[in-house]
């Protein structure tokens, strides 16, 4: 008894002077070099950044996402040429221990299939919407393997993902994707960071944008982390903003060049 009165209060002093247990704290950058860069946002959703070179701009960041679970991972959007979509293979299969199940391509543009053939060259298949690969096709872009009508929805450790059109915006074919299980969305060049431009407009339908990313809103109504194809994550002030500023503001304003 007089050995249990002793345990018990040596107990209490080992409990309240551990340190507290540390809660993971996102975002974290994972990996930097010259041509990618590779954030955590969640516990299973990290944010691939590429450079689009472009004659009136420079380096352009462009942004895509990785999805994983159960040792597997999906990618949506390629970074922009090989040496980075390389990268962000070897990072996966190498210091993140992933099996790549699949590459998704959210439009047509470069930005978002540039780094294809990589991924093709090992063995990882690419999914697209059928509007997709036909725009890819006409515009001599790298070809996705396998065709969805408007949408695809499939599982990485046990969760599932969804890729859907919900309508034109950005391009007429762009599709968005939504991870419920962590209410994560990546709204690719149809969403807009908070104060950007309309960018480039060469094949948008820009009288359409608004209403289509209300069916969003609507559709995922307790998004809490969106990813847009440029610029900085947030929140669902990110579709907000973009409703705004395609319902508000005036086509005449013109075309702003950008990687879009």
């Known amino acids: 008894m007089k050995s249990l009165l002793v345990s ?6 080992v409990i309240a002077c551990s340190p507290p247990s540390k809660q993971a704290a996102y975002p974290q950058e994972l990996f930097r070099s010259e041509e ?4 955590q946002v969640s516990e299973n959703a990290f944010i691939h950044t590429s450079y689009l070179q472009t004659d009136d701009f420079g380096k352009v ?3 895509g996402l990785v999805l994983t679970g159960g040792g597997d991972a999906f990618v949506f959007d390629t970074p922009t040429d090989d040496q980075s979509s390389a990268s962000l293979i070897e990072w996966l299969e190498d210091i993140g221990d992933f099996q790549l199940k699949g590459v998704v391509p959210t439009h047509f543009h470069k930005d978002c299939l540039g780094g294809l053939p990589v991924f093709e060259s090992r063995g990882i298949p690419s999914y697209a919407s059928h509007q997709t690969i036909k725009f890819a096709g006409e515009n001599n872009f790298p070809l996705p393997q396998h065709g969805f009508a408007d949408s695809l929805s499939f599982q990485v450790g046990g969760e599932i993902i969804l890729a859907k059109h919900f309508g034109q915006g950005h391009t007429e074919d762009n599709v968005v994707v939504y991870f419920p299980s962590e209410d994560v969305l990546f709204g690719g060049c149809l969403i807009k960071e908070l104060g950007a431009q309309k ?6 339908n820009v009288s359409a944008w608004s209403q289509t990313v209300e069916t ?3 559709r995922f109504p307790d998004v809490k982390l969106v990813v847009p194809g440029h610029g900085a994550f947030g929140d669902v002030g990110l579709l907000d903003y973009t409703i705004e500023l395609f319902r508000t503001r005036h086509f005449g304003e013109g ?3 950008n990687t879009d």
Request: aromatic residues 16%; proline residues 4%.
């Open 8 to 13: 018990i209060p040596a107990l209490w002093f």
């Open 61 to 63: 960041a462009c942004n």
């Open 199 to 204: 960018g480039f407009l060469g094949d948008a």
């Open 36 to 39: 990618l860069v590779i954030t």
């Open 255 to 257: 075309r702003f060049q």
């Open 216 to 218: 969003i809103k609507q």
